[in-house]
Protein backbone atom coordinates (compact mmCIF):
# COMPACT_ATOMS: atom_id res chain seq x y z
CA UNK A 1 0.00 0.00 0.00
CA UNK A 2 3.42 2.46 -0.65
CA UNK A 3 3.96 5.19 -0.02
CA UNK A 4 5.85 8.30 0.50
CA UNK A 5 7.66 10.61 2.43
CA UNK A 6 8.07 20.89 2.37
CA UNK A 7 5.48 22.68 2.78
CA UNK A 8 3.23 24.19 0.47
CA UNK A 9 2.48 28.09 0.40
CA UNK A 10 -0.24 28.50 3.07
CA UNK A 11 -3.58 30.44 2.13
CA UNK A 12 -2.35 34.06 2.44
CA UNK A 13 -4.94 35.32 0.84
CA UNK A 14 -7.79 34.14 2.61
CA UNK A 15 -5.94 34.83 6.00
CA UNK A 16 -5.48 38.35 5.05
CA UNK A 17 -9.56 38.52 3.91
CA UNK A 18 -10.46 36.98 7.91
CA UNK A 19 -8.62 39.71 9.38
CA UNK A 20 -9.92 42.47 6.79
CA UNK A 21 -13.37 41.32 8.25
CA UNK A 22 -12.75 41.01 11.77
CA UNK A 23 -11.53 44.67 11.26
CA UNK A 24 -14.57 45.95 9.61
CA UNK A 25 -17.28 43.93 11.02
CA UNK A 26 -15.77 43.08 14.29
CA UNK A 27 -15.34 39.88 16.55
CA UNK A 28 -18.57 38.15 15.41
CA UNK A 29 -17.95 38.36 11.87
CA UNK A 30 -13.81 37.42 12.67
CA UNK A 31 -15.62 34.24 14.00
CA UNK A 32 -17.65 33.08 11.70
CA UNK A 33 -14.43 33.52 9.09
CA UNK A 34 -12.66 31.97 10.93
CA UNK A 35 -15.17 29.02 11.04
CA UNK A 36 -15.03 29.07 7.42
CA UNK A 37 -11.45 28.50 6.95
CA UNK A 38 -11.29 25.85 8.81
CA UNK A 39 -14.05 24.13 6.69
CA UNK A 40 -11.82 24.66 3.84
CA UNK A 41 -8.54 22.72 5.46
CA UNK A 42 -7.88 19.63 4.09
CA UNK A 43 -6.39 15.92 5.84
CA UNK A 44 -5.06 13.45 3.72
CA UNK A 45 -6.11 10.17 5.72
CA UNK A 46 -5.67 6.17 5.41
CA UNK A 47 -7.97 3.74 6.50
CA UNK A 48 -6.58 1.12 7.38
CA UNK A 49 -6.28 -2.47 9.21
CA UNK A 50 -3.37 -3.24 11.89
CA UNK A 51 -1.76 -6.35 11.27
CA UNK A 52 -0.94 -9.27 14.07
CA UNK A 53 2.15 -9.88 15.48
CA UNK A 54 2.83 -12.42 12.45
CA UNK A 55 2.97 -9.65 10.23
CA UNK A 56 4.78 -7.21 12.35
CA UNK A 57 7.55 -9.70 12.71
CA UNK A 58 8.36 -10.32 8.72
CA UNK A 59 8.15 -6.24 8.40
CA UNK A 60 10.59 -5.26 11.19
CA UNK A 61 12.73 -7.92 9.17
CA UNK A 62 12.60 -6.69 5.89
CA UNK A 63 12.75 -2.82 7.67
CA UNK A 64 16.04 -3.88 9.51
CA UNK A 65 17.84 -5.01 6.01
CA UNK A 66 16.61 -1.93 4.02
CA UNK A 67 17.72 0.72 6.13
CA UNK A 68 21.21 -1.07 6.10
CA UNK A 69 21.60 -0.28 2.85
CA UNK A 70 19.58 2.92 2.97
CA UNK A 71 19.80 4.43 6.13
CA UNK A 72 17.84 7.77 4.49
CA UNK A 73 14.59 5.98 4.97
CA UNK A 74 12.13 5.28 8.14
CA UNK A 75 12.52 3.00 10.71
CA UNK A 76 9.12 1.48 11.75
CA UNK A 77 7.55 3.26 15.00
CA UNK A 78 4.93 5.20 15.91
CA UNK A 79 5.22 7.71 13.29
CA UNK A 80 5.47 4.81 10.62
CA UNK A 81 3.22 2.06 11.42
CA UNK A 82 2.76 -1.24 9.62
CA UNK A 83 -0.71 -1.17 8.00
CA UNK A 84 -2.84 -2.42 5.36
CA UNK A 85 -3.93 0.75 3.23
CA UNK A 86 -7.93 0.20 2.48
CA UNK A 87 -8.19 3.44 1.15
CA UNK A 88 -6.99 6.84 0.74
CA UNK A 89 -8.42 9.98 0.44
CA UNK A 90 -8.56 13.89 1.01
CA UNK A 91 -11.08 14.59 3.10
CA UNK A 92 -12.91 18.18 4.75
CA UNK A 93 -10.91 18.46 8.03
CA UNK A 94 -14.76 19.56 9.69
CA UNK A 95 -15.67 16.26 8.53
CA UNK A 96 -13.77 13.70 9.94
CA UNK A 97 -16.00 13.01 12.80
CA UNK A 98 -18.50 12.28 10.68
CA UNK A 99 -16.32 10.04 8.38
CA UNK A 100 -15.28 8.16 11.55
CA UNK A 101 -18.90 7.16 11.90
CA UNK A 102 -19.66 6.27 8.47
CA UNK A 103 -16.57 4.46 8.48
CA UNK A 104 -17.27 2.54 11.88
CA UNK A 105 -20.26 1.21 10.13
CA UNK A 106 -18.44 -0.26 7.89
CA UNK A 107 -15.79 -2.06 10.04
CA UNK A 108 -19.29 -3.06 12.88
CA UNK A 109 -20.59 -5.04 10.08
CA UNK A 110 -18.00 -6.51 9.27
CA UNK A 111 -16.47 -10.07 10.10
CA UNK A 112 -12.85 -8.78 11.02
CA UNK A 113 -11.69 -11.38 13.38
CA UNK A 114 -12.56 -14.15 11.44
CA UNK A 115 -10.11 -12.69 8.41
CA UNK A 116 -7.39 -15.12 7.41
CA UNK A 117 -4.94 -13.14 4.68
CA UNK A 118 -1.84 -14.47 3.00
CA UNK A 119 0.96 -12.89 2.13
CA UNK A 120 2.72 -14.07 -0.30
CA UNK A 121 5.44 -11.24 -2.64
CA UNK A 122 7.76 -8.08 -1.88
CA UNK A 123 6.98 -5.45 -4.11
CA UNK A 124 7.89 -1.67 -4.68
CA UNK A 125 6.32 1.78 -5.31
CA UNK A 126 8.93 3.69 -7.33
CA UNK A 127 9.54 7.15 -7.33
CA UNK A 128 13.08 8.86 -9.06
CA UNK A 129 15.46 6.39 -8.67
CA UNK A 130 14.49 5.18 -5.01
CA UNK A 131 11.40 3.15 -3.88
CA UNK A 132 8.75 2.23 -1.10
CA UNK A 133 9.10 -1.28 -0.39
CA UNK A 134 6.33 -3.29 1.47
CA UNK A 135 5.34 -7.31 1.33
CA UNK A 136 1.59 -7.54 -0.70
CA UNK A 137 -1.20 -9.61 0.49
CA UNK A 138 -3.40 -11.59 -1.61
CA UNK A 139 -6.81 -9.51 -2.24
CA UNK A 140 -9.42 -12.00 -1.22
CA UNK A 141 -13.31 -11.05 -2.00
CA UNK A 142 -14.01 -10.22 1.57
CA UNK A 143 -10.88 -7.38 1.44
CA UNK A 144 -12.69 -6.21 -1.73
CA UNK A 145 -15.89 -6.01 -0.41
CA UNK A 146 -15.05 -3.83 2.66
CA UNK A 147 -12.66 -1.64 0.45
CA UNK A 148 -15.78 -1.13 -1.62
CA UNK A 149 -18.18 -0.47 1.21
CA UNK A 150 -15.56 2.18 2.73
CA UNK A 151 -14.49 4.11 -0.59
CA UNK A 152 -18.87 4.64 -0.76
CA UNK A 153 -19.10 5.63 2.82
CA UNK A 154 -16.57 8.16 3.31
CA UNK A 155 -17.25 9.45 -0.78
CA UNK A 156 -19.81 12.43 1.00
CA UNK A 157 -16.90 13.81 2.76
CA UNK A 158 -14.03 13.50 0.41
CA UNK A 159 -12.24 15.86 -2.05
CA UNK A 160 -10.73 15.64 -5.11
CA UNK A 161 -7.30 16.51 -4.30
CA UNK A 162 -5.37 18.27 -1.28
CA UNK A 163 -1.85 20.10 -0.67
CA UNK A 164 1.26 18.83 1.13
CA UNK A 165 -0.42 20.83 4.15
CA UNK A 166 -2.74 18.02 4.50
CA UNK A 167 -0.47 15.40 5.30
CA UNK A 168 1.78 15.58 8.54
CA UNK A 169 4.99 16.80 6.98
CA UNK A 170 6.08 17.00 3.55
CA UNK A 171 9.79 16.17 1.98
CA UNK A 172 12.66 17.60 0.47
CA UNK A 173 12.47 17.33 -2.70
CA UNK A 174 8.84 18.78 -4.13
CA UNK A 175 8.99 15.85 -6.35
CA UNK A 176 8.11 13.67 -3.26
CA UNK A 177 5.84 15.72 -2.42
CA UNK A 178 3.67 15.80 -5.90
CA UNK A 179 3.72 11.98 -6.12
CA UNK A 180 2.59 11.66 -3.25
CA UNK A 181 -0.01 14.22 -3.65
CA UNK A 182 -1.21 12.62 -6.86
CA UNK A 183 -0.97 9.21 -5.46
CA UNK A 184 -3.87 9.64 -2.92
CA UNK A 185 -5.68 12.07 -5.71
CA UNK A 186 -5.94 8.93 -7.71
CA UNK A 187 -6.21 5.94 -4.95
CA UNK A 188 -9.64 5.62 -6.29
CA UNK A 189 -9.94 4.27 -8.79
CA UNK A 190 -5.91 3.82 -9.83
CA UNK A 191 -5.26 1.65 -6.50
CA UNK A 192 -8.93 0.37 -5.75
CA UNK A 193 -11.65 -2.59 -7.25
CA UNK A 194 -9.46 -4.62 -9.50
CA UNK A 195 -6.67 -2.52 -9.13
CA UNK A 196 -6.36 -2.94 -5.61
CA UNK A 197 -3.01 -3.78 -4.21
CA UNK A 198 -2.95 -4.48 -0.44
CA UNK A 199 0.20 -4.46 1.11
CA UNK A 200 2.46 -3.53 4.25
CA UNK A 201 4.93 -1.05 3.46
CA UNK A 202 8.37 -2.08 5.16
CA UNK A 203 10.79 0.61 3.85
CA UNK A 204 12.94 2.33 1.57
CA UNK A 205 15.39 1.37 -0.90
CA UNK A 206 17.20 2.60 -4.40
CA UNK A 207 15.40 1.01 -6.88
CA UNK A 208 18.72 -1.45 -7.83
CA UNK A 209 18.26 -2.72 -4.57
CA UNK A 210 14.33 -3.18 -4.74
CA UNK A 211 14.55 -5.06 -7.65
CA UNK A 212 17.11 -7.68 -6.77
CA UNK A 213 15.23 -7.98 -3.61
CA UNK A 214 11.69 -9.01 -5.19
CA UNK A 215 13.21 -10.88 -7.73
CA UNK A 216 14.20 -13.08 -4.44
CA UNK A 217 11.99 -16.44 -3.50
CA UNK A 218 9.38 -15.33 -0.76
CA UNK A 219 8.37 -17.60 1.87
CA UNK A 220 4.27 -17.20 2.17
CA UNK A 221 2.79 -16.83 5.57
CA UNK A 222 -0.88 -16.50 7.07
CA UNK A 223 -2.00 -13.33 9.52
CA UNK A 224 -5.15 -11.91 10.36
CA UNK A 225 -5.56 -8.18 11.15
CA UNK A 226 -5.33 -6.78 14.96
CA UNK A 227 -7.43 -3.51 14.46
CA UNK A 228 -8.66 -1.08 11.84
CA UNK A 229 -7.93 2.88 12.29
CA UNK A 230 -7.92 6.17 10.64
CA UNK A 231 -4.22 7.82 10.63
CA UNK A 232 -3.22 11.14 9.13
CA UNK A 233 -0.80 10.54 6.31
CA UNK A 234 2.84 11.38 6.74
CA UNK A 235 6.25 11.61 4.43
CA UNK A 236 6.38 8.55 2.20
CA UNK A 237 2.98 7.32 2.55
CA UNK A 238 3.34 6.34 6.29
CA UNK A 239 0.79 6.13 8.49
CA UNK A 240 2.01 8.87 10.80
CA UNK A 241 -0.72 10.14 13.14
CA UNK A 242 -3.43 8.19 14.50
CA UNK A 243 -6.72 9.87 14.22
CA UNK A 244 -8.88 6.82 15.26
CA UNK A 245 -9.16 3.11 15.88
CA UNK A 246 -11.51 0.61 16.44
CA UNK A 247 -11.00 -2.33 18.49
CA UNK A 248 -12.25 -5.53 16.75
CA UNK A 249 -12.57 -7.82 19.52
CA UNK A 250 -15.98 -6.72 20.19
Known amino acids: M ?135 VKPTPELLKLQEELITAVAPFTVETGPISAFTAGHDDPAIDAAMIQYVTTFVPKASGEHFNPHVSTGVGTQAYLDKMVAEPFEQFSFSPAGAAVYQLGPFGTAAKKLKVWDLKH
Open 2 to 136: KLIETKLIRRLFCGAMVYAMALHAGTAMAQQANAGAADNKITAIDILLEPDATMLKHCEANNARLLKVYPQGFALDAAHRPHITLIQRFVRTADLEKMYAAAGKVFAAANLKEMKLEAFKYYYLPTKDIGVAGIV
